[in-house]
């Protein structure tokens, strides 16, 4: 399972970026993927994830301002984030796990992509 993400970079608040994750050797349509987020000092928390059923989740912070979303034909996962904010800077990490497996104990990370917002 390879991840690779993209799109991350230094950007004034109130601005947009978009974030891409290119995925090989899994089923892609098939498997659960996520967006989650380091910041310096603190622990790696989802940020917006589409489970393999449909659903989607988006962190409270988050909500209204990012849109999570996959291109199964190229392989790829997006998150658009609007409306930046100081706050959001963090290094930002692509994931993926196979239906019916727990994400906390199974699953493929990227290298991360770095954002960061300039108040």
């Known amino acids: 399972v390879q991840l690779v993400e993209s799109g991350g970079g230094l950007v004034q608040a109130g601005g947009s970026l978009r974030l891409s994750c290119v995925a090989s050797?899994?089923?892609?349509?098939?498997?659960?993927m996520g967006w989650y987020r380091q910041a310096p000092g603190k622990e790696r928390e989802p940020v917006a994830v589409r489970y393999s059923g449909g659903s989607i989740y988006y962190a409270a912070p988050v909500k209204g301002r990012f849109t999570i979303s996959r291109d199964n034909a190229q392989n790829t996962l997006y998150l658009q984030m609007n409306n930046l904010k100081s706050e959001d800077t963090a290094m930002y990490y692509c994931?993926?796990?196979?239906?019916?497996?727990?994400?906390?104990?199974?699953?493929?990370w990227g290298q991360g992509t770095q954002v960061t917002v300039s108040s």
């Open positions: 050797g899994i089923t892609f349509s098939a498997n659960s």
């Open positions: 994931k993926t796990w196979p239906p019916g497996k727990n994400p906390l104990f199974a699953g493929s």
